[in-house]
């Protein structure tokens, strides 16, 4: 098979590191690919979101599969317009996408489906919004209605915080049209869990549950950003609490959106967090996360290829999905500032120094080359991910490649997977 990957970033590169494995996969194209997804797959200038260049791509190099990474294509509605060109593609169809795509949808879905999530409201106006927020009081979440790059969300601790947020979305318009409409939520507490399911929309399959580390900063402090690191398996998500997400939460999500005539076909991420009163939604993703994706595919033991051509055909209930009983972890490696303004170009070296040590594999987040080297190309620079026994052995090779690994201003939690350990006993 020829594929195609679509993206660029520290999840498109362990896509072409996993489907490079599969004895199905003969040629392997990435658009537009980086440094490191070069050395697996031959890497083509095409923006993830110019819709009518990858159609044109697609059949240039007749392709047989093409594998939507990022949001934004889908939700721009890629799949649908392959599907229209005759050409099979990996992922959701636009009305899916919607999950993602605007929190008013997700939310509504939710209500409708009685799907557990916050308590919340929908506003268009600034007067209205601060009024609910002044009378449920803070701490309070404010959310754009869009995409927003992963900043439409602001946790506020006070009224003030919160209102100066509604005056950012609605009135300043710092998102545009993806902050027109805006949720207000409750606050919830409790730990952060992400599962995700592959899914034809009738059959829904749970992946290994990983852990996303948001804040920019050790202790969770810093900016939100697009995550900072990850691991796999997570010991707060027992079997019987996965169940408990499968029943309660992603096979209503799906048999939800069937009745309302949405075929959800592709992979569901769901972040959760577990309360007191059990685990509630507090986002949808209609893709692999970045960087859950990366410590998830190294735990698949199954040829990917497979499954994803059984979700295209809707009989994702006959294949067997099997998966690796190691720990795995990711840190991220990012330019200094991010997720703020930074600069890029700066040399990245120790990279054949991590290539030679085993268990380790380090998938390139924003990388270009240049010349002999390879160079800082993005915010997220490295997801240096490793494989091990335990999780404390797997976040111990993964911190060892990152101390090897050196560019200007590189920035790095030093406190990825310590929540798991504390909770381990
Ligand atoms: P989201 O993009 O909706 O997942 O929000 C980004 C982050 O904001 C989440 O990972 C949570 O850490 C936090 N967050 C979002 N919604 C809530 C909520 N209702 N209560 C508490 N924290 C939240
Ligand atoms: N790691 C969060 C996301 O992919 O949205």
Not at 77 to 106: C, T
Not at 197 to 208: E, H, I, L, R, S
Not at 286 to 314: H, K, M, T, W
Request: glycine share 10%; net charge negative; with cysteine.
């Amino acid at each position: 098979m020829r594929v195609l990957i679509v993206g660029g970033g520290g999840r498109e590169h362990a896509l072409a590191w996993k489907l490079k494995q599969s004895p199905l996969v003969r040629e392997l194209f990435c658009a537009p690919g980086n440094a490191g997804i070069a050395r697996l797959a031959r890497c083509v200038p095409v923006a993830a979101d110019d819709l009518e260049a990858l159609v044109a791509l697609a059949r240039e190099h007749r392709i047989d599969l093409t594998v939507v990474g990022p949001e934004a294509p889908l939700a721009a509605g890629i799949v649908d317009r392959f599907q229209e060109a005759g050409l099979a593609i990996f992922g959701p169809g636009k009305a899916a996408a919607q999950l993602e795509a605007s929190k008013v949808f997700a939310k509504q879905l939710m209500a409708k489906y009685r799907i557990p999530t916050a308590e919340s409201r929908t506003f268009t106006t600034a007067a209205e919004a601060c009024a609910y927020i002044r009378a449920k009081g803070a701490p309070i979440v404010v959310k754009a209605d869009g995409l927003a790059a992963g900043k439409g969300v602001v946790v506020a601790a006070t009224v003030a915080e919160a209102e100066a947020a509604v005056q950012r979305m609605l009135v300043d318009r710092e998102f545009g049209e993806a902050g027109s409409r805006i949720v207000i939520e409750e606050y919830l507490r409790g730990e952060e869990v992400t599962l995700l399911a592959f899914t034809d929309g009738t059959t829904v399959v749970p992946m290994v549950a990983a852990q996303d580390h948001k804040a920019a900063y050790d202790h969770d402090t810093g900016p939100n950003t697009g995550g900072m690191g990850a691991y796999s398996p997570v010991p707060l998500l027992t079997p019987e609490r996965q169940q408990q997400i499968v029943t309660e939460i992603l096979r209503p999500t799906i048999d939800g959106l069937r009745q309302e005539g949405i075929v959800y076909r592709g992979v569901l991420y769901v972040g959760l967090m577990i309360t007191a009163t059990g685990p509630k939604v507090l986002e949808y993703n209609v893709r692999f996360g970045d960087p859950e994706c990366q410590v998830i595919l190294p735990r698949l033991q199954s040829d990917l290829i497979p499954i994803l051509q059984a979700i295209n055909d809707g009989r994702l209930a006959e294949e067997t999905i099997t998966w690796h009983n190691n720990h795995t972890a990711c840190v991220v490696m990012a330019s200094g500032g991010y997720p703020g303004t930074y600069t890029t170009g700066k040399i990245i070296t120790g990279l054949d120094q991590v290539a030679a040590m085993p268990d380790v594999y380090v998938f390139h987040a924003g990388t270009a080359t240049h010349g002999e080297n390879v160079v800082t190309a993005g915010g997220r620079v490295l997801a240096v991910t490793a494989w091990g026994e335990t999780r404390a052995e797997a976040l111990d090779k993964a911190y060892q490649a990152v101390q090897a690994i050196h560019f200007d201003g590189a920035h790095y939690r030093t406190d990825i997977g310590r929540r798991g350990i504390v909770l381990r006993h």
